[in-house]
T-cell receptor, first 111, second 114 residues
C-alpha cells in the first residue's frame, strides 16, 4: 500500500538550533514530492517541489532534499516565525492529478 | 487574484442537518480538490475534479457526502445528514492540470457537528 510517513510528529527547537524533518514514502514510482507549510487556522502553503533523487531546493533558512525513498527538510538557524506544521505530499505517476499527504511535523521554535 | 475562497469559515450544526460548503477556485485553474483534515488522519483527499469533471471520489466517506462542480468557478461539498464524526476542517484546493501541479489551498471551513 502506498504510504507517506513524516517524522518526528513534533519538534521543539531553540532559536538558531538547526535540525531536519523527514518524509519517507513507500510508493510505486514518484512523479513529484511537495513540501507545504501550514500555519494555525490557515490552509497549507506551497514551499518546494522535488522531482528526482539528488535534487535540492532552497528558500531562506529551508533546504529540501530528495533520495529514492525519502526527503528531508533542513532548517538552518531557525527563527520563531518558522514555527508551523510542515507537510509533505507525493504525486504518483498515472494518477491524474492526485496527491497523498503525510500527517505533518509540528515545529516550534523557542526564542 | 484573491486566491481560493471558501465559505463558510466556521459552521456549527446539529446532527442530522444538511451542511453545504462552498469553494471558488483560482481563475484559470482547471483542477479542484476537496480535502478533510483531522488530528488523527491528517489531510485526506475526498474528491477531485479536472475541467469540472469528477475524476476520483474514492475518498468520499459514504453516500452522505456529495460534491458538485457546475462550472469552472464554483464547487460545493454537501453532507446530508451530518454526524458528529464529520467534524473536521474541510479544505478546497485548486491547481493547473499540467505543469508544476502546485496546489493552492483555501483557508478552510471548520465544521462542528453537535
Amino acid at each position: 500500500e502506498d504510504q507517506v510517513t513524516q517524522s518526528p510528529e513534533a519538534l521543539r527547537l531553540q532559536e538558531g538550533e538547526s535540525s531536519s524533518l523527514n518524509c519517507s514514502y513507500t510508493v510505486s514510482g514518484l512523479r513529484g514530492l511537495f513540501w507545504y507549510r501550514q500555519d494555525p487556522g490557515k490552509g497549507p502553503e506551497f514551499l518546494f517541489t522535488l522531482y528526482s533523487a539528488g535534487e535540492e531546493k532552497e528558500k531562506e533558512r529551508l533546504k529540501a532534499t530528495l533520495t529514492k525513498k525519502e526527503s528531508f527538510l533542513h532548517i538552518t538557524a531557525p527563527k520563531p516565525e518558522d514555527s508551523a506544521t510542515y507537510l509533505c505530499a507525493v504525486q504518483l505517476p498515472n494518477t491524474g492529478n492526485q496527491f497523498y499527504f503525510g500527517t505533518g511535523t509540528s515545529l516550534t521554535v523557542i526564542p | 487574484d484573491a486566491g481560493v475562497i471558501q465559505s463558510p469559515r466556521h459552521e456549527v450544526t446539529e446532527m442530522g442537518q444538511e451542511v453545504t460548503l462552498r469553494c471558488k477556485p483560482i481563475s484559470g485553474h482547471n483542477s479542484l480538490f476537496w480535502y478533510r483534515q483531522t488530528m488523527m488522519r491528517g489531510l485526506e483527499l475526498l474528491i477531485y475534479f479536472n475541467n469540472n469533471v469528477p475524476i476520483d471520489d474514492s475518498g468520499m466517506p459514504e453516500d452522505r457526502f456529495s460534491a458538485k462542480m457546475p462550472n469552472a468557478s464554483f464547487s460545493t461539498l454537501k453532507i446530508q445528514p451530518s454526524e458528529p464524526r464529520d467534524s473536521a476542517v474541510y479544505f478546497c484546493a485548486s491547481s493547473i492540470l499540467s505543469g508544476a501541479n502546485v496546489l493552492t489551498f483555501g483557508a478552510g471551513s471548520r465544521l462542528t457537528v453537535l
